[in-house]
């Protein structure tokens, strides 16, 4: 994304607007380029930034670029959209929960042509670390990109970890082992420290290796197979989860999204997601803050926000996930479903 924002000839200290309920990632790149993130919140009860709030910050701050996110794979309404092109604004699609072929079951004619995808574990097609990107724009920053043949070696391990042992049942285990090995520096994540992201940081140049775009390119074709033979049984599932869990969430656009995670709001989430663990029930706490893993006060300690964050900080201590994919059936949802239905508000 970083790359994406020197393509449009943003500099240090223009300011880029984001959403809250989303995860650090995306201030990071705007920080490592001095760029400031403008975190706004949510819209009450919804996925997605507040029109009435966007609108505000366009129109009292010099704006050059707002990252509209499609949380959970739904799509994020058009309304976003009209308010940025009403202000001219420059916009790019943090596509990191959508299916990268999403475009050919659903109607997405106002996103942009500058997304960026994601490749890593929990992703709608998880092959490794990292992701790629589309823009309109030459992309010059990645000319400087290198291999790391340790980290290329670790992330091969790590997806073969990962199809051997990844199920449901096994989510959790699978979870605090993977954190675990994180910790100790036999496997690959991507939590660098806030204090040492920067475009000089040599993390920020290391190369996908070919070997994971060849495995992206297969699973990718593999799994829109997946969708066109299957896309019925899917809206089947998904309309399911919809009609058996009420929640308090705006309803998001079932028919025009490809969801990856079907999110539910519940009373105790830590309560919830303890005894989930126990019983070995897959449930996700993405996203644990509001800009997950910092604490409020952290995002302010940045400056990264001064405004109140009241909804996506709500969403974040109340909603949970459930993965929505290959191994799930209509059968182990509705064990989901059960355990649910008791926590649900």
């Known amino acids: 994304m970083a790359a994406v924002l020197e393509s449009f000839g943003l500099v240090a200290g223009d300011k880029v607007v984001l959403q809250g309920y989303t995860c650090i990632a995306v201030p ?26 966007l609108e505000d910050t366009l129109k009292n701050n010099v704006v050059k670029c707002v990252i509209i996110q499609h949380t959970f794979g739904y799509l994020a309404p058009e309304s976003l959209y009209n308010i940025c092109n009403k202000y001219n604004v420059k916009i790019i699609d943090d596509c990191a929960h959508l299916f990268p072929g999403f475009n050919s079951f659903v109607k997405a004619d106002y996103l942009t ?26 992309i010059i920053s990645l000319e400087n990109m290198r291999y790391d043949i340790v980290k290329i070696i670790k992330i091969e391990l790590q997806y073969l970890g990962f199809l051997l042992f990844y199920r449901p049942f096994f989510f959790f285990k699978i979870k605090k082992l993977f954190s675990f090995l994180i910790k ?10 806030i204090k040492e992201f ?23 074709k593999r799994k829109k197979l997946l ?12 309309e399911l989860l919809h009609s058996e869990l009420p929640s308090k969430m705006s309803k998001c656009d079932l028919h025009n999204s490809i969801p990856m995670r079907f999110p539910v709001w519940v009373n105790e989430k830590k309560e919830v997601l303890k005894r989930a663990s126990e019983l070995n029930i897959p449930l996700g706490d993405w996203y644990s803050t509001t800009v997950d893993p910092l604490s409020i006060d952290e995002v302010m300690e ?3 926000t001064k405004s109140n964050l009241e909804n996506s900080i709500n ?6 996930t459930i993965p929505i994919d290959k191994y ?12 649910l239905q008791k926590h649900v508000n």
């Open 227 to 238: 969708f066109d033979n299957n896309y019925d049984d899917f809206r089947k599932i998904i």
């Open 28 to 53: 990071q790149a705007i920080s490592a380029l001095g760029m400031v993130p403008l975190i706004v919140d949510t819209d009450e009860n919804s996925l997605f930034i507040s029109p009435y709030l």
């Open 184 to 193: 100790l520096g036999l496997f690959e994540g991507n939590n660098m420290n």
């Open 198 to 220: 920067d475009m000089s940081n040599e993390e920020m140049y290391i190369h996908i290796s070919p070997l994971v775009k060849k495995r992206y390119l297969r699973e990718l």
């Open 315 to 320: 969403l974040s201590e109340h909603i949970v």
């Open 302 to 304: 940045l400056g990264w």
């Open 328 to 339: 799930q059936n209509k059968k182990s949802l509705l064990r989901v479903i059960e355990f």
């Open 113 to 138: 042509n500058n997304r960026f995808y994601s490749m890593e574990w929990g992703k709608p097609v998880p092959v490794g670390i990292g992701g790629f990107l589309e823009s309109e724009n030459p």
